[in-house]
């Protein structure tokens, strides 16, 4: 299976799809907000420059638009998005082409209009559950600045284990040093938590 043939990903209210160029300027609107974009590692502060960042064919590809789908019928709301950076595990040189493609960085940003509803717990769910199904991965993880606790939280609430607590290793564009996390979640441990 090719890795786009099970995309678009649907949940029971939403549906998560390969970002296209044209959903750009969209995504600008709730990555330019500064309770958002404090907390993102890249937040150009123009909209000619997003779009210059995101048109790069290899971010391009990583990142996913999170669409809330209507009750009835009419177009779907864009209420985020995510990225799925898939990526090779570290190997010893002898047993390296083993680890090629096995796992993957996650990172997600919600509108904050949208936050507080389970939107966020119901889209990064859904993709572990393809990273370790038609992505065929055994590793999944990602990390956020610790005063980031919405995020942390919502990695704990899904069942990811907490791997690293850095003391101010992260230098945030205020100039400050912030302490940062990093969280994990192996494909069989993803399956105990589902009963598999």
């Known amino acids: 299976m ?18 296209a160029p044209d959903d750009i300027d969209v995504m600008w609107e709730w990555r330019r907000i500064p ?3 404090r907390w993102l590692g890249l937040a150009p502060d ?9 048109l790069d064919p290899d971010r391009l590809a990583a990142m996913h638009l999170i669409e809330l789908l209507p009750e009835g019928d009419g177009a779907a ?5 995510l990225m799925i950076k898939v990526g090779d595990g570290w190997a010893q040189l002898e047993v390296a082409d083993q680890a090629r493609g096995v ?10 209009a949208y936050t507080g509803r389970g939107y966020a717990t119901e889209a990064i769910r859904a993709v572990i559950g393809a990273c370790f199904g038609p992505l065929g991965l055994r590793r999944v993880h990602a990390g956020c600045f610790a005063d980031n606790e919405p995020s942390w939280r919502l990695m704990e609430r899904i069942g990811m284990r907490r791997e690293e607590f850095s003391r101010k290793t992260a230098l945030h564009r205020s100039g400050e040093w912030l302490d940062g996390m990093n969280y994990g979640i192996l494909a069989e441990e993803w399956a105990a938590l589902r009963g598999q």
């Open 46 to 54: 123009t909209l000619d420059a997003f779009r210059e960042r995101y």
């Open 2 to 19: 090719s890795s786009h043939d099970f995309w678009p990903i649907r949940t029971e209210r939403l549906r998560i799809r390969p970002l």
């Open 77 to 81: 709301t864009p209420i985020g998005d």
């Open 103 to 112: 796992e993957a960085e996650l990172g997600w940003v919600l509108d904050p």
């Open 35 to 37: 309770e958002v974009n």
